[in-house]
């Protein structure tokens, strides 16, 4: 899927490749005081968006991205790719 960054109205590309399809998943952020104590569970999530291509992780805490089927994007509104193959 695509992911939308509200506040500059853009598509993510990602910070290390430049790929524009990422799969989603909850990330604990983790704090040394709820550890200590055992209470991990307590901390607060961030929803993770992990390259297709190489795996590297972005994360996004609160409501300032939204994500995206790919079906529903033009392909003129999505960042350059820069890998992707030139015919």
Known sequence: MHVYIR???SFL???VCGG??????EVKMTTTG?????LD??????D???CIRC????????????????????PEDLPDDPLAPTS
């Open 20 to 25: 524009l399809m990422f799969a989603r998943r």
């Open 41 to 46: 569970w307590m901390n607060r999530s961030a």
């Open 34 to 38: 709820m550890t200590f104590f055992d």
């Open 13 to 15: 590309a990602c910070h």
């Open 55 to 74: 795996g590297f992780v972005h994360t996004f805490m609160g409501d300032g991205h939204q994500f995206v089927d790919p079906a529903v994007v033009k």
């Open 7 to 9: 506040p500059t109205q």
């Open 48 to 50: 993770g968006v992990i």
